[in-house]
């Protein structure tokens, strides 16, 4: 249930301008995600972990599907900022590339509040989508430590993204002929997807 009217708006700490108070939204949004999911999240949920009502939502989203949307966002470039810190002691681009999709399979099986973002529908946010401009720039952001290794990629940064979240949406998606540890997965990725990148 929404913030009731004896409880203080924003639990008592009003955000010190709308940019504060976005992102305060999409952070109760992202939780509600991780704790219920994104079919189930509602705006009262929200509202609710907010601490405000849902009108307060209103004022600064157009409606559920933009503020999981941008749950969804924030969510992603959390990931990439996890992810880029993750194969920070990595020198090679190929023990990156596979790592980077380790840790993106890894994750979204820990936290299924991410994975409509990086399922080919986006959650059905169309532009969202993994290939999409904004997805792409996401994508493109989670391998730049591959280009950080082998810097004469860097002209090709566009098509190496493509093809590791083709990888990534394959793997999250279709059930391998045999389960595989991740030990015996990165076995498979030094084999295929270096191969396709020309690490």
Known sequence: MANRSNEPAWSGMPPANAEEARRRLTDAAVRCVQRIGHERTRLADVAAEAGVT???????FGGREEILRAAMLHAADDLVDRLTEHVAGLTSAADTAVEILVFCLREVASHPGLA??????GAGFGSQAPLAPRGLTVAKRAVRPVIDRRPELEPEWDEVAEVMVRFFLSLITVKPPRRRNETELRSFLHRRLVAALHL
């Open 116 to 121: 409509p973002l990086l399922t080919p529908s």
């Open 54 to 60: 849902r009108p307060t939502i209103y004022a600064y």
